[in-house]
């Protein structure tokens, strides 16, 4: 027997598939539909609430959050599981607030909601330590490391006296509050009494405990992965996890040798274990590594090795991603014709596949590369094709969308205007959304890092047009919005 998702389930899966508007008008017409059927001031209409404010803060909506969360929270409970959600709401409140720079406020929101836990729950129940937690993380973010051990050891032993496995989270957070204080001591002892999925788990929170230096998160990272490696061994998925973790913050902190050395480690336990696409992919990422550390021809030689790791796989879209990232590379290097050669390969292998978005990042890559040769009608029968199957919010259609601009304009550099291109890209994006007979004209324009949007309707349109008006441009706002900011 099927069950329909739930509409916050439903609006998450949105978010990962980017589309960030569409989730939260989901949640939106929840809300609604919850306060018609319910009543505003409900626990139901609460709920819904805070479903809505979850949604707004994974878009970095981040003062509409808050007061969503707000208006769950200040909806008086009615018996016992309606207290328990409000003190969720609270907690809610206080990591909203933290994530918007609020600290004081959310140290003030959490140390209330610590102890409305405690008059609920008692000291001994694990609900306690889930309000201990988040304000141990918040006390190490603004410095107090003394007042940050207290709380942090005490939601430790409650989590671990409780067998609960948010004890993994709670030790993470605990590594990073004993080496603020220097003492010396170990960083995540005990790990030996503890089942392999919550030291594992460990690994998987390290990245969200608030150390800024970046050399303290490496030392952090490095005693995590040589810890990890004594309890579940080398090859394990959550060393490789931390390994990867250390890699990228490598990457973060401006260290591409550690970059490199841990990406290394991943592929040689990859390949130990047979897991040839996983080992791909790490290839990849030690070609990217390398060469942004400066060894253009140890990077090249990697490219090569994993072209041949692709066509053991056989796949045309993998051939196809290594092909492009391969003739890039050739290209940054001055290669030209090597460079011709691979991006026309990787084109031809992802015709052979059924991937739209390969073939579209594969005559980008060659679409560029054509116009800034000067063969601007090659690159302009390129760019056409590629664009023509792909997403118009993809980052990469935007670029070729950006090229084309300037391919037209006979132009081989400059490659557009990135700005133009987005705002064109929303007024497509919101024309084939709407009927063809309800706007006359519509001007889209990027002003202060926003969008400047001037609508004339054609006719009077009907109360579910205006709906679906509004809808659009909302979703539109979402999808395109963090393209601004987020230009290649």
Known sequence: MTT?????????????????????????????????????????????????????????????????????????????????????????VGMALRAAGRLEESEQQLRQGVQERLAFYGREHAGYAFGLEPLASLLLERGDVAGARQV????????????????????????????????????????EQLPDHVVEQIGRVIAQVPVEDGAARKALFTELVR????????????????????????RDIGDPAGRVAAIERVLASYDRQGRTEEALMAALGLAMAQDDAGDTEGSLRT?????????????????????????????????????????????????????????????????????????????RTILEEGLAGMDPVHPDALVGRSHLGAVLDGRTCGCGDMPSTIAAAFRDFVLTRLPADLLD????????????????????????????????????????????????
């Not at 004339?456 to 679906?468: D, K, N, Q, T, V």
């Open 441 to 488: 004209h519509l001007e889209v324009d990027i002003v202060d890092g926003d969008f400047k949007i001037d609508v004339h309707l054609r006719r009077e349109p009907s109360e579910a047009e205006i709906g679906r008006l509004n809808e659009v441009f909302a979703t539109a706002q979402a999808e395109f919005r963090h393209r601004i900011t987020d230009r290649r």
């Open 227 to 250: 810890a990890l490696e004594q309890r579940l061994g080398p090859d394990h998925q959550g060393t490789i996890n931390a390994l990867s973790a250390l890699a990228n913050l490598g």
């Open 303 to 379: 490219y090569e090795s994993a072209f041949e790791r692709s066509r053991r796989i056989g796949r045309p879209e993998v051939i196809s991603q290594v092909l492009r990232n391969w003739g890039l590379a050739l290209k940054e290097a001055g290669q030209t014709g090597p460079a011709e050669q691979r991006l026309t390969e990787a084109l031809e292998q992802a015709r052979r596949g059924a991937d739209h978005d390969t073939v579209g990042r594969a005559g980008v890559a060659l679409g560029l590369f054509l116009q800034h040769e000067g063969r601007l009608d090659e690159a």
């Open 4 to 92: 329909t998702p739930a509409p916050v389930d439903l609006a998450f899966s949105l978010l990962r598939e980017g589309r960030f508007g569409d989730a939260e008008n989901l949640m939106a017409r929840e809300v609604q539909a919850v306060a018609d059927k319910h009543g505003p001031g409900s626990p139901e209409w609460a709920s819904a609430q805070c479903d809505l404010g979850n949604i707004l803060l994974n878009t970095d909506q981040l003062a509409r959050a808050i007061e969503c969360f707000r208006q769950a929270a200040a909806v008086p409970p009615r018996d016992h599981e309606s207290h328990k959600d409000q003190l969720t709401y609270r907690l809610n």
């Open 152 to 191: 942090v050891e005490e939601a430790v032993a409650n989590f671990w006296n409780n067998g609960h496995e948010r004890v993994a989270s709670a030790l993470a957070l605990r590594a990073a509050v004993v080496q603020a204080g220097g003492t010396g001591e170990p960083l995540f002892p005990g790990l």
